[in-house]
């Protein structure tokens, strides 16, 4: 099995941790990252794997090189350093004295024992915020992942769409390599940006889990909203512990009532339209040459904090109404299907606690 062959500080709890660094099923690749979470850290290791002559290792040599920190935002700046150390420890086991360089330069205050959350809160729930205000994003993931995971998605992803701003429990299955589909919990997350002031206090956070496996499944049976990523097929058995499965493009839910939102309407078939309409119009707006995948970042995380903000700022307003009345018109204008939409939006009020009466109920109305 994965052991734990040296780290520091030495006193520091890594139970479990030597499984989530190196992905179930990671001896057909060679080479990998992983992004994950312990207690209230966050971690980013390298895999690499290198046959040797060695009947003792069984021909191969695997491992892992990984932090943790208490923010997942800054990990990403140390993706080189830390594939160029497991490559360092494949051909040279034993010799820490550049890793233990890298902790006494980075150390800094870890959330204690007790669980005190760090003041650091995840980037993606910054209160204000506006074009071009993401020095952290920048570097929390590479240039281009959101782009990645539009083409990869489609239209599928305003279906992910409503289950993240719903907070339903995601899990992404993908055999290895996970780093990518790390990734894609992480463009998850940012679909359900919110920056309305006082908005869903009681509402869970939707917390990027990253890439878990059965050793994290007594913690997976206390969580009521998060996103994670797998590579253990087992997990699909398992329906107790997610809301939504999502085994490569195929996003599929067995809760009865959350079967309406697999089904693409018309006003989603709009939106993903709009969103690349806007994508086009950017890359004809830049330069010919000029990198514009991090403008393109903004833009994707824009579009869908501007789609979130504009249906509760709609719902709240008619919350404070007289007749708290919202309409097949007020549907229209939050973008989208009155129709198509209704079961949504009947479970985004349940969800947020926001007390209005729904009347579309006739579909001649429409």
């Not at 992983?34 to 971690?43: M, P, S």
């Not at 589909?181 to 869903?200: E, Q, T």
């Not at 989208?336 to 729904?358: A, N, T």
């Amino acid at each position: 099995g994965n052991m734990v062959e040296w780290c520091l500080p030495q006193d520091i709890d890594l139970e479990g941790v030597e499984f989530k660094s190196m992905a179930s099923g990671s001896h057909k690749i060679q080479s990998d990252f992983i992004y994950f979470r312990k207690g209230l850290c966050f971690g980013l290791a390298c895999f690499a794997n290198m046959p040797v002559e060695s009947e003792l290792e069984r021909g191969a040599r695997m491992k892992s090189v990984g932090i943790l920190s208490p923010s997942y935002t800054l990990l990403y700046r140390y993706m080189h350093f830390l594939e160029n150390q497991v490559r360092h420890q494949l051909e040279m086991p034993g010799h820490y004295s550049h890793l233990e360089a890298f902790y006494d330069d980075k150390k800094g205050a870890l959330p204690d024992s007790k669980g005190t959350p760090s003041s650091q809160q995840p980037v993606h729930w910054l209160p204000s915020i506006h074009r071009y205000m993401y020095p952290e994003m920048k570097i929390t993931h590479p240039a281009g992942c959101m782009s990645q995971f539009i083409k990869f998605f489609g239209e599928q992803i305003l279906v992910l769409w409503k289950f993240a701003l719903l907070r339903k429990r995601i899990l992404i299955f993908s055999p290895p390599p996970v780093g990518v589909v790390c990734y894609r919990v992480y463009c998850c997350c940012c679909l359900a940006n919110v920056s309305l002031p006082g908005l869903g206090g009681t509402v869970p956070e939707s917390k990027p889990f990253f890439y878990v496996n059965v050793a994290d499944i007594e913690m997976l049976e206390t969580e009521v909203s998060y996103v994670a990523c797998t590579t253990e097929k087992i997990f699909e058995q398992k329906r107790d512990l997610y809301d939504v499965y999502v085994d490569n493009q195929n996003v599929k839910t067995h809760h009865e009532h959350l079967q309406p939102l697999l089904k693409i309407n018309n006003a989603d078939k709009e939106k993903y339209r709009r969103l690349n309409d806007q994508r086009q119009m950017l890359m004809y707006s830049q330069e010919v040459g000029e990198d514009c995948s991090s403008c393109e970042e903004d833009l994707f995380i824009l579009f869908f904090m501007e789609q979130n903000n504009r249906i509760f700022q709609t719902l709240m307003e008619v919350s404070a109404s007289q007749d708290k009345t919202l309409t097949a018109d007020h549907a229209r204008g939050m973008g989208l299907d009155p129709q198509g939409d209704r079961s949504f939006l009947m479970d985004l009020l349940e969800v947020y606690g926001i007390d209005v009466m729904l009347v579309i109920d006739n579909p001649c109305c429409t």
